[in-house]
């Protein structure tokens, strides 16, 4: 199974990007998912995750307000919009697979297993 993440590049402070993740090979429909990112120096943290209906999602509090996640099943497809972005948002962004299927959104990276191969954010001040 594999995820890929695309949608990443270079905005200036206040503007916005949709990140797109595609998945394929395994059966990622039953399962929570969710996107975390990493900064040079720092450890991968979370963003946000989403429950397998889309009906639950939860958010890191840096980009509550800002950032909307979503998924569409029938296309395999998982999205991150996010808006008003600060420099403090420039990282790789990986999407990720919920290593057991369930009602529960997690926010550790390690309650995770299959993992996209990240894109950049850039955002300049």
């Known amino acids: 199974g594999q995820l890929g993440e695309s949608g990443g590049g270079s905005v200036q402070a206040g503007g916005l990007l949709r990140l797109s993740c595609a998945a394929s090979?395994?059966?990622?429909?039953?399962?929570?998912l969710g996107w975390f990112r990493q900064a040079p120096g720092k450890e991968r943290g979370f963003v946000a995750a989403i429950s397998w209906t889309g009906g639950s999602s939860l958010y890191a509090d840096s980009v509550k307000g800002r950032f909307t996640i979503s998924r569409e099943n029938a296309k395999n497809m998982l999205y991150l919009q996010m808006s008003s972005l600060k420099p403090e948002d420039t990282a790789v962004y990986y999407c990720a697979r919920d290593r057991t299927p369930g009602w529960r959104v997690k926010a550790l990276a390690s309650e995770y297993d299959y993992w996209g191969q990240g894109t950049q954010v850039t955002v300049s001040s």
């Open positions: 090979g395994r059966p990622f429909n039953w399962y929570n």
